[in-house]
């Protein structure tokens, strides 16, 4: 997945994270909530809040702050849950991300993103589909299938022995 | 040929309810006012069935049932008792002399004729 | 036709004016005795006539007031009213207006009033009457009584056979036949095996008696009552062979051996001696002259009859039963959860605001929304019979298949289970039943040789444990080498070579992912799907799977599987600021823990009984501390009884069960989550799974320390 995959003017959601902003393809996002109560799962990574209910179904809602490795989401009146819709092994899943803020909706043509760099981002390469430029700020664009796949949010079966990262892991007996 | 039917019965108003109700069916009814008076009729032509009261002052009607069994041409015809609520004994004692069944009074006329059809066909 | 009325109606009048003045004169006598009982009775008695016959004259009036003062007399003879002269005048009063009532039948509205006076004034001198009133009913049926038809078709199986003197009583039995033949379709059986020879035989008794199967919409009442001049002299046995309404899922009847052993026509034994041979049972049952003919005439006939009724019966099922969509159910189901969730809102908001109208709308609501449940999760559910029958064909095919020798026996098929549990089931017990008789059943040689029937069985069966259905499927077959699993396991790499396991626990290793025993790949199994799909299946059905086995005599794999998967009872508590739910199918009781733990251990004393238990808030690492007085939630496992401590329990709670979906796939101890009238979520606990780990988690420590 490179930045030579996006090849036509797309319109992005972009959040903050502290004072970065980063941007998931608006065609991904189902809706934006405000921050709401969370129920946590036992056993499970901090980074993964718990679930909510959304209009009957359960979602998961996962904290983009301490699955990028920063400290936990604080409740603020700013504090939201961006709801997307991504695909787990083929099958279309909801989940809640829980971002600092919601900025805007953009519009980037491709000429505006480019590669992730290799190093510098803190961030695995692989969840950034690219960087895009905005009034001389940068805007990572993540590849949000990637950030939620399978494997990521699996360190939920070894939660019990392994600690999630960025946070110490529940403790077992 | 008809059939006749006999009704044996102290009360005019009975035997002649009996009477009309029957003979629309077809039957040709002949009345005895009481036991011995029937017994005398049927002596004298034997008849297809008889419906008779029990309580009657000349011969009751069980001792006329026990009497016409004793006619060998009415040794199987049916005989239907008309009783009261108040005489379920009576039943017993008229059925071990012979008769077919019974009746309760007050009856209605539909429900002579039900009994009538049951018996006779 | 008018004149005979007419003529009718004056003799009537005439013998009520004659019985009338009969009766003032015995009240004159009355009143001059109050105690001549004579007078009493025949004026008793004249009452008494003159109800009857207006009765049957259609002077209804005249019986219903005569009736009341019938009833006063009836107490004056039985000496439990005396006499006095209000009784008298009054029943003078009722002499005129009774001729009144017979002489003008005209002014009947002027007469009634008068009627309902003087009944009024007799009533307060004798309230007996009310009491000592009698419901005189006809003891038989007159055409013109309205029966009501039962409108379904009933199947009755009527043996008549009349007093041989029955002809001295006037009673043609053909008469009561056709009688009874005229109710509904009709089979009459004539037994004449009684008939003796004609020296010996009176020409006056009646011999024969008859079997009648009669098909009618009316109750056994209006059969009886055909009967009814003759049902204390002869035998009648008036049988409902087919009600009409109970399931039945084919016309299939009994056969014929049962229904002439019910019928006491043979005995069981006789028919045991019979049916080694190679004949039609009824042509042998003749031949050994142990039953006559027309017995088996009639049982063939009862057969026949009853068939034709259920297949009709079927037919009309079809009619009333709809089929519906799966799809249609399940959009059902989910909106019966989200009604449900809403009930609890509004209950809870009910139960915040003082207001007792939308109280009592809410608990209706509740009352409403759990029937409404109850009724949508009782439509979902079927009996598991239909999946069984499905291995009858496959359990034939393997063993020829095998040279195997297999007889596969079920049981509890009518037990039932959610739609989708048994949708889902079926893959897994082919898979199941398919082991059992490729691994587990030894070909019939090698069977003798072990001393065991040629023929190897495979049990199917089902049965309900509490909000479980456990569904087990064994073999009689070699039973599972602990010893080879365990070195298969090893090479494997799915167990350490030297960890310690329990039986249970090795057998429980053949679920696992790829893992297979068989020396050699058969046309059967073995093909790189093992038993690890009963396993997901299990779980995605929130089953679970034991095994228990010896080697050599067989082995029984069980399923526990729940009854349905949408909405179950739930208990509600909480930790912290945690709710959580635990199935209440589960739990025992909730006790309070008091004084906290002694000693470090986890167990409580329960009247006297030592229950362990666990921590919910250090399982869960839910922060806070714990409130002084906790309660324990006491749940029964397989084995024990386990509690669960927790901060308060805050009570029952109808639980939508939400799956927690693909990201929480593989989470132990939770088994979904649901939605609270608060709207918050509330966690699901998976009872059985959760004591699992915390045993594991203590053993394993143990063995580090």
């Not at chain 3, 001059?32 to 209804?60: C, E, L, Q, T, Y």
């Not at chain 3, 093992?530 to 997901?536: E, F, P, R, T």
Request: proline content about 4%; charged content about 30%; glycine content about 8%.
């Amino acid at each position: 997945m490179s930045v030579s995959a996006i090849t036509e003017t797309t319109q992005y959601l972009t959040f903050k994270l502290g004072d970065e902003v980063f941007a998931i393809e608006i065609s991904k996002v189902r809706e934006v909530l405000d921050f709401t109560a969370i129920t946590k799962v036992p056993r499970t990574p901090d980074f993964m809040r718990g679930v909510i209910n959304l209009r009957g179904n359960v979602v998961p809602v996962v904290d983009m702050r301490l699955k990028f490795g920063m400290t936990k989401t604080e409740n603020t009146v700013n504090t939201c849950i961006i709801i997307v819709e991504i695909s787990l092994d083929g099958d279309t899943t909801v989940l809640g991300a829980l971002a600092d803020s919601v900025q805007e909706v953009i519009e980037l043509e491709p000429d505006k993103i480019e590669p992730a760099p290799r190093i510098g981002t803190r961030l695995r390469t692989d969840f950034i589909k690219g960087m895009g430029k905005r009034d001389d700020n940068f805007i990572i664009i993540l590849e949000i299938d990637k950030v939620f796949s399978v494997d990521e949010l699996s360190l939920v079966r070894d939660a019990g022995d392994v600690p999630a990262p960025g946070g110490e892991g529940p403790s077992g007996t | 040929m008809k059939k006749t039917i006999m009704t044996v019965d102290d009360s005019a108003s009975v035997r002649l309810m009996v009477k009309f109700t029957l003979a629309e069916l077809g039957f040709e009814i002949i009345e005895a006012v009481d036991g011995r008076d029937a017994l005398r009729k049927i002596e004298k032509k034997p008849v297809h069935m008889l419906i008779t009261d029990i309580n009657m002052p000349e011969l009751d009607g069980i001792s006329l049932v026990k009497k016409v069994r004793e006619i060998p041409a009415c040794k199987f015809i049916p005989i239907i008792m008309l009783t009261t609520e108040s005489q379920e004994e009576k039943k017993r004692e008229g059925k071990k002399a012979g008769a077919t069944g019974w009746i309760v009074k007050p009856f209605r006329p539909d429900q002579l004729v039900a009994v009538v059809r049951k018996v006779m066909g | 036709m008018n004149e005979e009325y007419d003529k009718l109606i004056e003799t009537f009048r005439e013998e009520t004016y004659e019985l009338l003045s009969e009766l003032e004169t015995s009240l004159f006598e009355l009143e001059k005795d109050p105690h001549n009982g004579d007078a009493v009775s025949s004026i008793f008695r004249a009452f008494h006539s003159i109800k009857g016959a207006g009765g049957m004259f259609g002077f209804d009036e005249v019986s219903r007031f005569t009736h009341d003062i019938e009833t006063v007399y009836d107490l004056v003879r039985g000496e439990k009213i005396l006499p006095d002269k209000s009784l008298v005048d009054l029943s003078f009063a009722a002499c005129d207006l009774i001729r009144e009532m017979v002489t003008s039948p005209n002014e009947v509205q002027a007469q009634k009033k008068k009627a309902d006076e003087l009944l009024a004034s007799l009533r307060q001198l004798f309230p007996e009457i009310t009491e000592a009133k009698k419901t005189g009913k006809s003891a038989l049926r007159g055409a013109g009584d309205l029966v009501l038809p039962a409108a379904r078709l009933r199947a009755y199986r009527i043996r008549f056979r009349p007093a041989p003197d029955i002809f001295a009583t006037g009673t043609n039995p053909a008469l009561l036949l056709r009688e009874l033949c005229g109710l509904g379709q009709c089979s009459v059986i004539a037994h004449s095996d009684s008939i003796p020879d004609l020296n010996g035989m009176d020409p006056e008794l009646c011999y024969t008696s008859w079997d009648v199967i009669l098909t009618t919409e009316q109750d056994m009442d209006a059969i009886r009552d055909i009967f009814i001049f003759v049902e204390d002299t002869a035998e009648l046995i008036i049988e409902m062979i087919d009600d009409g309404e109970s399931a039945v899922d084919s016309a299939d009847y009994k056969k014929l051996g049962e229904i002439l052993v019910e019928k006491r026509d043979i005995t069981p034994k006789d028919l045991q001696k019979v049916l080694g041979g190679r004949k039609r049972l009824g042509e042998m049952l003749i031949d050994e002259g142990l039953v006559q003919p027309e017995s088996i005439q009639a049982a063939l006939i009862e057969q026949e009859q009853v068939r034709q009724i259920r297949e009709g019966r079927l037919k009309k099922e079809v009619i009333s039963n709809i089929r519906v969509s799966s799809e249609k159910l399940d959009k059902l189901v989910n909106l019966v959860g989200e009604l449900v969730t809403v009930q609890a809102r509004l209950s809870r908001h009910a139960l915040y605001t003082d207001d007792p109208e939308l109280g009592s709308i809410a608990e209706e609501v509740e009352r409403l929304t759990a029937e409404l449940r109850d009724n949508t999760m009782n439509i979902r559910m079927l009996p598991i019979g239909t999946t069984f029958s499905r291995f009858r064909r496959l359990v034939r095919d393997l063993s020829t298949d095998l040279g195997k020798e297999v007889e596969m026996v079920t049981e509890g098929g009518d037990t039932e289970l959610d739609k989708t549990v048994i949708e889902r089931l079926g893959d897994p017990l082919v898979h199941l039943i398919r082991n059992c008789i490729d691994h587990g059943i030894e070909p019939p040689q090698d069977r003798e040789s072990l001393g065991k029937p040629r023929k190897g069985m495979v049990r199917l069966s089902a049965t309900h444990s509490g909000a479980n259905v456990l569904i087990e499927i064994e073999d009689d077959g070699a039973g599972l080498d602990a010893g080879a699993i365990r070195a298969r396991a090893a090479q494997r790499g799915l167990v350490a070579t030297d960890a310690e396991l329990a039986d249970g626990e090795i057998f429980s290793l053949i679920l696992a992912p790829g893992f297979s025993t068989a020396e050699h790949i058969t046309n059967i199994s073995g093909r790189g799907v093992g038993l690890d799909v009963v396993k997901k299946a299990a779980d995605s059905l929130r089953g679970e799977i034991s095994i228990r086995s010896e080697k050599g005599k067989g082995t029984i794999i069980i399923l526990s599987l729940p009854l349905t998967l949408a909405i179950i009872e739930g208990l509600l508590i909480r930790i912290g600021e945690e709710h959580f739910v635990l199935p209440l199918s589960a739990v025992e009781e909730c006790v309070e823990l008091i004084g906290g733990d002694s000693h470090g251990r986890h167990i409580a004393n329960v009247r006297g009984r030592i229950v362990p238990y666990i921590r919910l808030r250090e399982q869960f690492a839910i922060g806070g501390s714990a409130p002084e007085i906790e309660q324990i939630v006491i749940v029964r496992n397989e084995t024990a009884r386990v509690g669960f401590v927790v901060d308060t329990v805050i009570g029952e709670n109808q639980t939508v069960i939400k799956t927690l979906g693909r990201v929480y796939k593989g989470l132990e101890g939770i088994s979904g989550a649901t939605i609270l009238g608060d709207g918050t979520v509330a966690l699901i606990l998976d009872v059985s799974k959760l004591i699992r780990i915390v045993e594991e988690g203590e053993v394993s420590g143990q063995a580090i320390q």
